[in-house]
């Protein structure tokens, strides 16, 4: 009995070996590859770098519903901006255009109330 389990536990010892240095020759192998991409990368890194900044990448909400928000105040920005230079174009007093601005922005939380009401 005793030299069956012996026998098993050489036989785990020797898999455990096995997998150890396989392990070790796959990390061997990465560090390698890591060394090289290193030596190739780093001197053109720092040349790109210094010509081009990195972007910022923004994350936004995706999906149905975000997609819809983001058309809707699209339509609102373009429809503030037509009244605004319609007002420009059409009025020559400086007083009515400062009058049809300062309304437009406080109207238009209500024109997107009504517009774009969700609960009816």
């Known amino acids: 009995m005793s030299k069956e389990r012996a026998r098993r536990r050489a036989e785990r010892e020797a898999e455990r070996e096995r997998l ?12 390698r590859r890591r060394e090289m991409r290193e030596r190739v990368v780093r ?11 990195r972007p ?5 909400q995706r999906g149905y519903l975000a997609r819809r928000r983001r058309n809707e105040n699209a339509v ?6 037509l009244v605004q230079v ?8 400086w007083m009515a ?24």
Do not use: K, M, N
């Not at 255009?97 to 609960?119: A, Q, Y």
């Open 20 to 31: 150890a240095a396989a392990r070790a020759e796959r990390e061997a192998r990465a560090a």
């Open 97 to 120: 255009r400062l009058g049809v601005f300062l309304g437009s922005i406080l109207l238009l939380p209500v024109f997107v109330t009504i517009v774009f009401d969700r609960r009816s």
């Open 43 to 53: 001197p053109v890194a720092g040349v790109v770098a210094a010509v081009r900044p």
């Open 86 to 93: 319609l007002a420009w174009i059409l009025l020559d007093s």
């Open 56 to 60: 910022v990448r923004v994350a936004r």
């Open 76 to 81: 609102v920005a373009v429809l503030w901006f």
